[in-house]
């Protein structure tokens, strides 16, 4: 027996090195791309562990990849000589009913067919991604980010959507950046839009001048501790329902989120972002973050659902 243990001995040392050559190859055969994404679903990244001031310029691209990333929408805008509009609806993965209900009204509004991309901005679910793709596949117009596609992750899906915007959509005259319970009025904002002598300025929204005071409850669903902003109160900013605002300062935006501490309120930190910038917000009453009652006189409503 005691002479089959040399034997023994070498095969094991055999195998090892074969293993550790198998591990070496594929580890060089995932992209990388492919090793974030797996990455961030074992961590489900949130903005919990985010501060943009500690990440690189870059740091979208490297920590939250693309799950669905559809980057030819806008190529018809190349040969388009009228306003060209790009809508971004947040939407909540689960939300397939308000995602049909808007491409629907998208079809009926026949008028503005090719000054229009509407696109679907969601996070990762824990349960509906295959459902997800596979609406994708059909209709592409969702762009599905790596976090987890929750309240307090709205801020990271927002964010996304304007470096969508800036690096798939730039050849866009504007930007609507949406919550799914908004209707449009689309005659009267193309109308607004076509009087504006400065369009690249163009960014307005139902403006809470005084800024709000900051909830410091963590009960509340929008509170934020004094780590993440030790202020008292926010600067003006629009709330996320509906914003609309020129490419040429969503693309400015977009640029510069490395500078500004995320905080998880995602209407609170644009307008953080914007004041870091001298970005200014104007006030517009067409935008009405109540009901819909005046729908024929307003740009902007929410709809009762």
């Given at each position: 027996m005691?002479?089959f243990?040399?034997?023994?001995?070498c095969?094991?040392?055999?195998?090892?090195?074969l293993i550790?050559?198998?591990?070496?190859?594929?580890?060089?055969?995932?992209?990388?791309?492919?090793f974030?994404?797996?990455?961030?679903?074992?961590?489900?990244?949130?903005?919990d562990?985010?501060n943009?001031?500690?990440?690189?310029?870059?740091?979208?691209?490297?920590?939250?990849?693309?799950?669905?990333?559809?980057?030819?929408?806008c190529d018809?805008f190349?040969?388009?000589?009228?306003?060209k509009?790009?809508?971004?609806?947040?939407?909540?993965?689960?939300h397939?009913?308000?995602?049909?209900?808007?491409?629907?009204e998208?079809?009926?509004?026949?008028?503005?067919?090719?000054?229009?991309?509407?696109?679907?901005?969601l996070g990762?679910?824990?349960?509906?991604?295959?459902?997800i793709?596979?609406?994708?596949?059909?209709y592409?117009?969702?762009?599905?980010?790596?976090?987890?596609?929750?309240?307090?992750?709205?801020?990271?899906?927002t964010i996304?959507?304007?470096?969508?915007?800036?690096?798939?959509?730039?050849?866009?005259?504007?930007?609507v950046?949406?919550?799914?319970?908004?209707?449009?009025?689309?005659?009267?904002?193309?109308?607004?839009?076509?009087?504006?002598?400065?369009?690249?300025?163009v960014?307005?929204g139902?403006?809470?001048?005084n800024?709000?005071?900051?909830?410091?409850?963590p009960?509340n669903?929008?509170?934020v501790?004094?780590?993440?902003?030790?202020?008292?109160?926010?600067?003006?900013?629009?709330?996320?329902?509906?914003?609309?605002?020129?490419?040429?300062?969503?693309k400015?935006?977009a640029?510069n989120?490395?500078?500004?501490?995320?905080?998880?309120?995602?209407?609170?930190?644009?307008?953080?972002?914007?004041?870091?910038?001298?970005?200014?917000?104007?006030?517009s009453?067409l935008?009405?973050?109540?009901?819909?009652?005046?729908?024929?006189?307003?740009?902007?409503?929410?709809?009762?659902?």
């Amino acid at each position: 027996m005691a002479r089959f243990i040399p034997n023994i001995i070498c095969s094991l040392v055999l195998l090892t090195f074969l293993i550790i050559i198998v591990i070496n190859n594929s580890k060089k055969g995932v992209p990388m791309q492919e090793f974030v994404k797996r990455r961030s679903e074992i961590s489900k990244f949130s903005t919990d562990i985010v501060n943009v001031r500690e990440t690189p310029k870059d740091a979208w691209s490297i920590y939250l990849p693309y799950l669905i990333n559809p980057t030819s929408i806008c190529d018809s805008f190349n040969e388009y000589t009228g306003i060209k509009l790009l809508v971004l609806v947040k939407s909540s993965t689960e939300h397939f009913h308000m995602r049909r209900l808007i491409r629907y009204e998208a079809d009926v509004d026949k008028e503005f067919k090719g000054s229009i991309k509407t696109v679907f901005l969601l996070g990762r679910s824990a349960t509906l991604n295959k459902e997800i793709l596979e609406e994708s596949r059909v209709y592409g117009d969702i762009v599905q980010g790596s976090f987890m596609d929750t309240y307090r992750n709205l801020t990271m899906k927002t964010i996304m959507g304007y470096r969508w915007s800036s690096e798939h959509c730039a050849n866009a005259d504007y930007l609507v950046l949406k919550d799914e319970d908004y209707r449009f009025n689309f005659g009267n904002l193309f109308n607004y839009l076509k009087s504006q002598k400065e369009k690249d300025s163009v960014f307005i929204g139902h403006l809470i001048k005084n800024g709000a005071e900051v909830i410091r409850d963590p009960k509340n669903k929008w509170y934020v501790s004094k780590e993440e902003f030790p202020q008292k109160t926010y600067p003006p900013y629009f709330p996320g329902g509906a914003n609309i605002l020129s490419i040429a300062i969503a693309k400015k935006l977009a640029s510069n989120f490395h500078l500004v501490k995320i905080i998880k309120i995602e209407d609170a930190y644009i307008g953080l972002v914007a004041k870091a910038l001298n970005i200014t917000l104007t006030d517009s009453k067409l935008i009405n973050i109540k009901n819909c009652k005046n729908f024929q006189k307003n740009i902007a409503c929410r709809r009762q659902i």
